[in-house]
């Protein structure tokens, strides 16, 4: 299930299960959004890209959900693997040569 | 492609030591990078965007004269955290978005971070 910690809400689901990690953004004027995956002591590294006029899009094993109306992204997993186990982050771009500003950021653990 | 490499990867001083961080684009010129921080168990926030050729932007709130930026060349930006203190310990990842070489909707790669830790 979905908790919601001091600082990180994790998500723990079980390896095989789909994941299904949401965010919510902030400026109606983002054209851009990109999910971002960390792991600890790394930099974020690139999962998968949407902009704001499609509604979804799919890469190998992950999807990205954008509903504009309620300012709300999601990323899907399939099949969740122990590689899987990380920090999400979304974050959104309002376009140009912007830098990008990142939502909280979720705990992903994966149970064997 | 687009790589982005970052050093150190963790430096340890003492408090009143200026420190300066690396940031390069390895395999693709870039005249636009920015600098993030992350505090523990927290998001990325953005400090500041360095621009070859001309001054930084900082974000508000974050203290320019505390935070030196140089673009010196088209691979090469530096952060400088003067007379740092035990509260300027964080996380200070770069980032360089290829849109200099046309791709313009390509998204931000980062480096892997400097652990900076101030005794």
């Known amino acids: 299930g979905e908790s919601v910690g001091l600082h990180l809400p994790t998500l723990s689901v079980q390896e095989g299960d789909n994941s299904i990690i949401n965010c919510a953004y902030s400026?109606?004027?983002?054209?851009?959004f990109i999910w971002y995956k960390q792991e600890s002591g790394k930099g974020p590294q690139f999962i998968i890209d949407?902009?704001?006029?499609?509604d979804k899009r799919q890469g190998q094993r992950v999807t990205v959900l954008l509903n504009k109306t309620v300012k709300h992204l999601s990323l899907q997993i399939a099949a969740t693997q122990p590689g899987d186990s990380a920090v999400y982050f979304c974050?959104?771009?309002?376009?140009?040569?912007?830098?990008?500003?990142f939502g909280k950021g979720t705990h992903l653990i994966i149970q064997p | 492609g687009a790589v982005v490499s970052q050093h150190p990867s963790w430096v340890i001083c003492k408090s009143g030591t200026s420190v300066k961080i690396e940031c390069r684009s390895l395999?693709?010129?870039?005249?636009?990078m920015f600098w993030y921080r992350q505090f523990p168990k927290q998001s990325l926030m953005l400090m500041a965007t360095?621009?070859?050729?001309?001054?930084?932007?900082?974000e508000q709130g974050v203290e320019k004269d505390k935070f030196l930026i140089n673009h010196a060349s088209l691979t090469l930006s530096t952060l400088t955290v003067t007379s740092a203190h035990p509260e300027d310990s964080s996380f200070y990842i770069c980032?360089?978005?290829?849109?200099?070489?046309?791709?313009?909707?390509?998204?931000?790669?980062f480096g892997d971070g400097t652990r900076l830790s101030i005794l």
């Open positions: 360095s621009n070859e050729g001309s001054k930084a932007t900082y």
């Open positions: 980032s360089a978005p290829p849109w200099q070489v046309g791709n313009s909707n390509q998204p931000q790669h």
């Open positions: 974050a959104e771009m309002r376009g140009g040569a912007d830098g990008l500003t």
């Open positions: 949407i902009r704001s006029n499609m």
């Open positions: 400026n109606s004027a983002s054209d851009y």
């Open positions: 395999d693709f010129q870039a005249t636009t």
